[in-house]
Structures are given as structure tokens and as C-alpha cells.
């Protein structure tokens, strides 16, 4: 089912490979989605949708973990540092606007709200201290082993961890769903395919079979992915094809996923503006339940949140427009001051596009 390709091994220059895409590309219109805020960086640094020709289009979908946290979960987490508990999250979460505000309105109104740089930190936090410690576990299966990891540790009794960790391939599969957009292949995020091979995707190739390829973050890594996709779609293929094989092996790292296994279960989990995806979230399961602030503490959500008026985040993370086609981009939504999540954190593409001065194609 793979064809294992690398533009390296293969000696190709990025100027063969564009060439390569306009004669495969011919005239007929292809959206192309991938789904990692790395790619998107490298993207936009590099000039990569200039060099393409008109018909061919790259968005990203919600490939940044910090702009697809539903509301309702940074809710919560406001919520127990209300009742006088120590949570802790990373720096990225802190100004992402919920129902309650944001983490870091909360942080200001005097409740104890701390960023770290792992979550061993915030285990460390808890020897230290006899109130409980709250970490905000959000990140997509790149990250979520680290919380796996420090669970079958054996932490103290009052750390638990609020688990937000969602998934990739279930995603994708939304997305090929919901028809919203016409996706005619996927770039595959680097990062979570170190993790979880090429096999991860196999569950969307059952019922979707469009092309995938997995691309590395170089240039070339982009421009090479996308031209497989072209020629899958000109041979009336689709397959999963890894052009990032120095990093990506077809079973992924399966350290980390029996860790996963072991410490998590899949559930329906919310998106920020997509909605709930099914089997695309990671509970904590009943072993480790003492360490679960969702069984651990008794917190409602009642809160609502919605979008300000003209913000197109939910638009942008189901790959229907570019940031720019928003009507706040850069005009009232800025990193200094953002509006909307994709504004907020270095691997959403709204901030992106305005760090690197996109305003269009």
C-alpha cells in the first residue's frame, strides 16, 4: 500500500520539482489540506504558494493544538483555579478566549495560574505544595505521551491532569465528512506521524480513500509531497506515500503508543469550530482515575462561547479559506492583540500569515 519515496534519496532540485507539479497539475483545480502548524510555518517563510501555479491550493485544517481546545475545556480549567487550585498549561494556552475569558484574564483577576515547560514541572509543583495541581494536558498524540509517561510514573495525589489531548486521524476523517471542503489530499503532520507511522491513517484510506503523503519540514520535504499527490490523482490512485522515512517509520514509535494504550481510551471529543468528533479524544482511564480531574473534581461548564462577530477561526480551521479572507485579519486581530485562537498561538496560521506579512496570494 506505501510507496516509500524521499526527494533527497532522489536527488531532486526544488526547481525540477515545481516544474514536476505544473505538468502534473495541468488544468484542473486541487485543494490541497495539511494538517500541522510546522508545515504551515515553513509554508509561508519559504514563499511555497507562489511558487505553485494558480489551480493548486494548500490550506491548513486544524493542525494547531492550541486553536482547536473547545471553550467549555479552558472553562473548566478557570473554573478550578476559582476554587483556589494551582493549574498549569503552556505558555500558548494562556490567551485563548473562552467563555470565562482567558487563561491569562483569569491569571490577572489573582487566581494561581502558571505556565510550565513540561508537565514534569507541574508534577514537581506538586510535591512541593499541599494543594492540589491541575495540568492542562492539550496537545495532539506528538505531546500526549508525555502525559502517559508521567501518569505511569506515579505522581502525587494531588496532581491529576485535565486531559484536552486530541487526535489527528479522526480529524481528517471529519473533514472528508463534513464536505465543507473539496479535499483532494492530505499532507500528513511530520510531527504526529513520528508517532504514529503510516499506519495511523490507515482507518481513514477505509472510507475515504484520497491521496496522503507524509512530508517532512524542509522545502523541498512540502513541494515533493505535494507533487505526489498530483501524480496519485493523474495514475487514479490514492495511497499513503512517506516521503519523511528518515523520521517516519510505517509503525511509528510504538514505545510511546503502548504508553498511550495503556493510559488512555478514545472518546467523542469537541473541536474548536468543527464540533464533535467521535473516538477523537483521550480520557484517562479508570486506573489512573485519582489522577483524573474530570472524576476528581465536581466542576459544571455552563458557560457558552461564540465566535465575536466577524471572526472566520472556525472557517480557517476547516480549511475553507486562507487567514486573509477573514475580515479582522490584521484589521483589529493582530498577535498583539488577538481575537480569534488561530491568532493566539506561533503555530496557528492566522498568526502565521500576519508574522510573515501575508495578506494574499
Request: glycine share 8%; hydrophobic share 40%.
Amino acid at each position: 500500500m506505501y510507496s516509500f519515496v524521499d526527494p533527497y534519496r532522489d536527488n531532486k532540485t526544488a526547481e525540477q520539482v515545481i516544474r514536476y507539479i505544473k505538468q502534473l497539475a495541468g488544468e484542473d483545480k486541487y485543494r490541497i489540506v495539511h494538517i500541522c502548524g510546522t508545515h504551515e510555518d515553513a509554508i509561508m517563510k519559504n514563499g511555497i504558494r507562489s511558487l505553485l501555479p494558480k489551480n493548486v491550493e494548500v490550506l491548513m485544517g486544524p493542525g494547531c493544538p492550541v486553536c482547536t481546545v473547545a471553550p467549555n475545556r479552558i472553562d473548566y480549567m478557570i473554573k478550578l483555579a476559582e476554587e483556589g487550585h494551582i493549574v498549569t498549561t503552556f505558555g500558548d494556552m494562556m490567551k485563548v478566549p473562552a467563555g470565562l475569558g482567558s487563561l491569562s484574564d483569569a491569571k490577572g483577576r489573582g487566581h494561581d495560574i502558571r505556565i510550565v515547560y513540561s508537565i514534569h514541572d507541574a508534577a514537581k509543583m506538586a510535591v512541593e505544595t499541599k494543594k492540589d495541581v491541575v495540568h492542562f494536558g492539550v496537545g495532539f498524540e506528538t505531546t500526549a505521551p508525555t502525559t502517559a509517561s508521567e501518569l505511569l510514573a506515579g505522581p502525587p495525589e494531588n496532581f491529576s491532569v485535565y486531559s484536552a489531548h486530541l487526535t489527528i486521524p479522526p480529524a481528517m476523517e471529519a473533514l472528508l465528512a463534513m464536505g465543507v471542503t473539496d479535499v483532494a489530499g492530505f499532507i500528513n503532520p511530520g510531527h504526529v506521524s513520528t508517532m504514529i507511522g503510516e499506519v495511523g491513517y490507515e482507518p481513514i484510506m477505509e472510507n475515504y480513500p484520497v491521496p496522503q503523503v507524509i512530508a517532512g519540514f524542509e522545502p523541498l520535504d512540502i513541494l515533493f509531497s505535494i507533487a505526489l499527490i498530483l501524480k496519485q490523482h493523474k495514475e487514479g490512485r490514492a495511497e499513503i506515500e512517506n516521503t519523511y522515512q528518515r523520521a517516519v517509520k510505517p509503525e511509528g514509535t510504538p514505545s510511546a503508543l503502548r504508553m498511550l494504550e495503556r493510559v488512555f481510551e478514545p472518546e467523542d471529543a469537541p473541536w474548536r469550530g468543527i464540533g464533535t468528533i467521535p473516538k477523537s479524544g483521550l480520557k484517562i482511564r479508570d486506573e489512573f482515575r485519582v489522577h483524573d480531574a474530570s472524576e476528581k473534581f465536581d466542576i459544571k461548564v455552563e458557560t457558552s462561547y461564540t465566535m465575536p462577530a466577524g471572526c472566520k477561526c472556525g472557517e480557517v480551521l476547516r480549511a475553507m479559506i486562507y487567514p486573509w479572507d477573514c475580515p479582522l485579519f490584521n484589521k483589529g486581530c493582530d498577535p498583539d492583540n488577538p481575537i480569534g485562537p488561530c491568532m493566539v498561538s506561533h503555530e496557528g496560521s492566522c498568526f502565521i500569515a500576519a508574522r510573515y506579512g501575508v495578506d494574499e496570494l
